[in-house]
């Protein structure tokens, strides 16, 4: 296996490049093993992959064996290899405490016309979500609770950046998720394909239980802070609100998503690998 020592590497560059922002043609910084194979199991293309000296010699550790075996896999996948010491690694992952791997990713985000695909579409549109943390969070939630895609309108976190992406946990692999869009493109991408549009507000909605999740929808959700604005709520045929016990005005927008996201989960009967969301 190919070994790297010098900090002063084009590939250490790279990694550290790619901490920062996203490359220019697609490549992206995953960190972890479970999100460097979740990738490889999604059909992702892994060019590099960079394993801690650790993980490749200690393989009694149950542990670093599966990071071991996640390196042949890799390899077995086209992907270059390469065995760092732990002052490298430290420099390569963007983490204070590295797993012991980090790659680099090529991924193309679909165009908004195949976000907004569907028979019966259940697509989030996101304003202003400018915490990677909480937009990976609600991507999670969106693939779990059976959305057909997620839009991430400016001036939102990149959700192809690498902490946005460690929150999906594997989720952007498999949802189609839109960015880089104006909220006003995604809405008339919206209307194009005869979603109604819809949004979270804090107070004067519709109350969610009663809300009718099984039809054609692009489900807007404000950001931090304000949430959405006037103009933006201009743009919404209907508004829905989570009901709340005062004092209590509001909720962080990924717990916001998830219980609205759950909601329209049981009302469409959406399926998942072991259990089946019934209409109640």
């Given at each position: 296996m190919e070994t790297i020592a010098s900090r002063h590497?084009?590939?250490?560059?790279?990694?550290?490049?790619?901490?920062?922002?996203?490359?220019?043609?697609g490549q992206v910084l995953l960190d972890g093993e479970h999100l460097v194979t979740e990738a490889l199991q999604a059909g992702v293309r892994i060019t590099t992959a960079a394993l801690a000296a650790r993980v490749l010699t200690r393989v009694a550790d149950a542990n670093e064996a599966s990071v071991g075996r996640l390196a042949e896999r890799l390899k077995a996948h086209g992907a270059r290899v390469l065995s760092v010491s732990e002052s490298l690694m430290a420099a390569m992952?963007?983490?204070q405490t590295p797993s012991g791997i980090v790659a680099i990713a090529e991924m193309s985000p679909p165009p908004l016309e195949r976000v907004m695909d569907g028979s019966v579409p259940l697509v989030a549109v996101l304003a202003g979500v400018q915490d990677p943390g909480n937009l990976g969070a609600v991507i999670r939630t969106a693939e779990?609770?059976?959305?057909?895609?997620?839009?991430?309108?400016?001036?939102?976190?990149?959700?192809?950046?690498?902490?946005?992406l460690r929150g999906a946990m594997g989720s952007t692999f498999r949802?189609?998720?839109?960015e880089r869009v104006a909220l006003h493109d995604a809405l008339l991408a919206a209307r194009r394909r005869g979603l109604i549009i819809a949004a979270a507000v804090p107070r004067?909605?519709?109350?969610?239980?009663?809300?009718?999740?099984?039809?054609?929808?692009?489900?807007m959700l404000g950001g931090e802070g304000p949430g959405l604005s006037d103009r933006e709520?201009?743009?919404?045929?209907?508004?829905?609100?989570?009901?709340?016990?005062?004092?209590?005005?509001?909720?962080?927008?990924?717990?916001?998503?998830?219980?609205?996201?759950?909601?329209?989960?049981?009302?469409?009967?959406?399926r998942s690998r072991n259990h089946t969301f019934f209409v109640g």
């Open positions: 590497n084009a590939v250490v560059k790279a990694f550290r490049g790619l901490a920062r922002r996203r490359g220019e043609n992952s963007p983490v779990a609770a059976g959305a057909t895609g997620l839009v991430a309108c400016t001036p939102s976190a990149d959700p192809y950046g690498w902490k946005a949802l189609p998720v839109s004067g909605g519709a109350p969610m239980h009663e809300f009718d999740f099984r039809r054609r929808l692009a489900f709520l201009d743009h919404a045929d209907e508004r829905v609100t989570i009901p709340m016990r005062p004092p209590v005005e509001s909720l962080n927008v990924a717990v916001s998503a998830a219980v609205i996201l759950y909601e329209a989960c049981r009302q469409r009967g959406v």
